[in-house]
């Protein structure tokens, strides 16, 4: 299953952006399905996907959780997107994941040396005036500036 986790993702990704079907129940709880089976098997993008959307759009607390965990796991295997959304839950604090500033800067850097737009603002925002257990670090500053326009932020 785990080489195919891929291609259901990608199944499920498709799926999920088609206009066919647009509001049908029947249809999203198809797609939300095929990526939970990708996810579960290891698929990074559909980790990153399936957390995103339970997490920022399920309907209970429940949901929101359970995306928090599926987004860390997508960011622990280098999705960017899940690793600045994951940073953000650090640096505000969020149940089963709490707060913790060094991890946020962590998930932060992760993101940002993949070219996140938002997490390089973030640490220049960070490097800038301190902030995330850090003092403001003109080298720093310097680093995620350039950085800033390599990726066009």
């Known amino acids: ?19 066919l079907l647009k509001s049908s129940r029947a249809k999203h709880q198809l797609v939300m399905k095929l990526f939970r089976k990708a996810a579960d098997n290891g698929s990074t993008k559909a980790l990153s996907v399936y957390g995103h959307l339970l997490h920022y759009r399920g309907e209970d607390e429940t949901n929101r959780i359970q995306g928090a965990i599926y987004l860390r796991r997508a960011a622990e295997q280098g ?20 707060e913790d500033a060094d991890k946020a800067l962590k998930f932060y850097r992760q993101a940002g040396e993949k070219g996140h737009v938002l ?13 995330l257990h850090q003092l403001a670090d003109p080298g720093q500053l310097a680093f995620w500036k350039a950085q800033q326009a390599r990726f066009g932020g």
């Not at 299953?1 to 206009?19: C, D, H, N, Q, V």
């Not at 999705?79 to 709490?98: H, N, S, T």
């Open 79 to 98: 999705d960017a997107k899940a690793a600045y959304q994951i940073a953000r839950l650090f640096e505000q604090g969020y149940p089963v994941i709490g």
């Open 119 to 131: 997490a390089i603002k973030r640490l220049i925002e960070v490097y800038e005036s301190g902030g």
């Open 1 to 19: 299953m785990k080489l195919i986790a891929p291609l259901l993702g990608w199944l499920a990704f498709a799926a999920f952006r088609s206009s």
